[in-house]
């Protein structure tokens, strides 16, 4: 998403020659963003971290069934 921001910048310019009149056009394009992106890292960064303390909770409880299966 921030790679997004980054490389959807651009801008340039146009020049249009018309028979009367020559019309100079700017163009700037740039992605901003919104409360959406910043709820979408928040959620993803709590999954990660939800993520790893289940997957510790299940490494312990693996453990002492191996451990009360060899006894």
Known sequence: MVMMCVSFRYGFT????LFF???NVDLEEIVEPSIGFYLFMLAT?????????????HRKV????????ND
Do not use: G, P, Q, R
């Open 14 to 17: 146009l020049n249009i020659n």
């Open 21 to 23: 009149a020559v019309l």
């Open 45 to 57: 960064i709590t999954s990660l971290i939800f993520t790893h303390i289940m997957v510790h909770y």
């Open 62 to 69: 693996e453990e002492l069934k191996i451990t009360f299966e």
